[in-house]
């Protein structure tokens, strides 16, 4: 699979976990990761492997409730194979631009999630 491609099911995977009032992750979650995926935030690693991922992410939708992402960009390197992203993450009461660096493995999976997130304001 093309990396841009595989940007893309992940900017359409957050944006239908964001959308959606179901307390879970979407079913293309295990199509998208490696079992030993993990997730680095603002240089900190959050999670080592990809359940502790699952749950990292359950734990922000309940923290951030209903959220939205918008305005995406995609940026890749064959060589490294690598993705990275940039969109807007807006909660009920703060904004972010996120920046994500995904790492793919040689079958198309995710291996890491590197996030920095900065934010941008407070949402009136």
């Known amino acids: 699979m093309k990396l841009h491609t595989i940007g893309k099911h992940y900017v ?4 239908e976990f964001s959308n959606s ?7 293309s979650f295990s199509s998208l990761f490696s079992p030993r995926c ?4 603002n240089a900190k690693l959050l999670c080592q492997d990809v359940d502790e991922v699952y749950m990292q ?3 922000a939708k309940a923290d951030f409730c209903q959220h939205t992402i918008t305005s995406s960009k995609i940026l890749t390197d064959h060589e ?10 807006k909660t009920p009461t703060t904004s972010y631009v996120v920046t994500s660096l ?7 999976l995710i291996t890491e999630i590197n996030d920095v997130y900065n934010e941008i304001g407070a949402n009136n």
Do not use: Q
């Not at 009032?21 to 079913?27: G, S, T």
């Not at 490294?80 to 993450?89: G, I, N, P, R, S």
């Not at 995904?102 to 198309?108: A, F, K, Q, Y």
């Open 80 to 89: 490294k194979k690598t993705c990275v992203l940039y969109f807007v993450l």
């Open 21 to 27: 009032a179901v307390p879970d992750v979407p079913a």
């Open 57 to 59: 992410m359950l734990e």
């Open 12 to 15: 359409e995977f957050l944006t």
């Open 102 to 108: 995904l790492s793919v493995d040689e079958t198309g």
């Open 38 to 41: 993990r997730k680095i935030v």
